[in-house]
C-alpha cells in the first residue's frame, strides 16, 4: 500500500518556539493532505486541509496564524506551530488520499508528538 | 454534519474470546467506511476498507460489516489474543476529512 511519512515522530521544544512537522508522500501524489490533532485519550480531531497550491482550509476554533500550512509540492505538506505553548502539546497525524479508479483510499503518517515546556 | 459514535468505550476479555466493536454513523450517504488500530503513543494503522457498496470484509480474524441503511458497521475479531490490545477506531473516509469516533480501547487478558 502507499506510504505516507512523517518527520520528525517526536519534538520537545521551549515555550515560544516554532516547529515545523513535515508530511510526505512517499510514492503517489497528494493535492489535497489533512492535518489532524489528538489529545491523550480522545479521537483524532481535524485541524486543517492542506490544498497544494492555494491556501489551507482550516476548521473551526483552529488559528490560521498559529498553525502555519504549507502544501509546497504534490509529495509535501508542511505544518508549523508557532510560538508554541504548552497546550499545543498534541499528537499531530497528517493524511493524504490516494486516487483510484474505484475507490479513493487514505492513508495515514506515524504521527509527530509534540511536547511543549 | 456527520457523527460517528463507538460502543463500547472500553472493552477487556479473556484471551480467545470472540467479540464484536460497534461503530454508528448520522449520515448514511457515505463514500466508505474505514477500521483502523492505534496502539498507545502511535499513529493509525488500517485494518479493514469497506465499500459503499460491499457488506463486509475479511482480513485474517478480522470481519468488518457495513449496513448503511442502518448507519452502522461492525468489526468482529475471532479468539482474541494480547497483542490484539489496542484502540480502535472507525472513521468514514474518502477523498474528504475523515470524521472519527471516540474509539473503544480493547484489552486482551491473558
Known amino acids: 500500500g502507499a506510504v505516507v511519512s512523517q518527520h520528525p515522530s517526536r519534538v520537545i521544544c521551549k515555550s515560544g518556539t516554532s516547529v515545523k512537522i513535515e508530511c510526505r508522500s512517499l510514492?503517489?501524489?497528494?493535492?489535497?493532505m489533512f492535518w489532524y490533532r489528538q489529545f491523550p485519550k480522545q479521537s483524532l480531531m481535524l485541524m486543517a486541509t492542506?490544498?497544494?497550491?492555494?491556501?489551507?482550509?482550516?476548521e473551526q476554533g483552529v488559528e490560521k496564524d498559529k498553525f502555519l500550512i504549507n502544501h509546497a509540492s504534490l509529495t509535501l505538506s508542511t505544518l508549523t506551530v508557532t510560538s508554541a505553548h504548552p497546550e499545543d502539546s498534541s499528537f499531530y497525524i497528517c493524511?493524504?488520499?490516494?486516487?483510484?479508479?474505484?475507490?479513493?483510499?487514505?492513508?495515514f503518517g506515524p504521527g509527530t508528538r509534540l511536547t511543549v515546556l | 454534519k456527520q457523527e460517528v459514535t463507538q460502543i463500547p468505550a472500553a472493552l477487556s476479555v479473556p484471551e480467545g474470546e470472540n467479540l464484536v466493536l460497534n461503530c454508528s454513523f448520522t449520515?448514511?450517504?457515505?463514500?466508505?467506511l474505514q477500521w483502523f488500530r492505534q496502539d498507545p503513543g502511535k499513529g493509525l494503522t488500517s485494518l479493514l476498507l469497506?465499500?459503499?457498496?460491499?457488506r463486509e470484509q475479511t482480513s485474517g480474524r478480522l470481519n468488518a460489516s457495513l449496513d448503511k441503511s442502518s448507519g452502522r458497521s461492525t468489526l468482529y475479531i475471532a479468539a482474541s489474543q494480547p497483542g490484539d490490545s489496542a484502540t480502535y477506531l472507525c472513521?468514514?473516509?474518502?477523498?474528504?476529512?475523515?470524521?472519527f469516533g471516540k474509539g473503544t480501547r480493547l484489552s486482551v487478558i491473558a
Open positions: 493524511s493524504a488520499p490516494q486516487r483510484g479508479s474505484s475507490t479513493d483510499t487514505q492513508y
Open positions: 510514492d503517489f501524489q497528494a493535492t489535497t
Open positions: 492542506s490544498n497544494e497550491g492555494s491556501k489551507a482550509t482550516y
Open positions: 449520515d448514511s450517504a457515505i463514500y466508505n
Open positions: 469497506i465499500q459503499s457498496s460491499q
Open positions: 472513521a468514514t473516509p474518502g477523498n474528504t476529512p475523515l470524521v
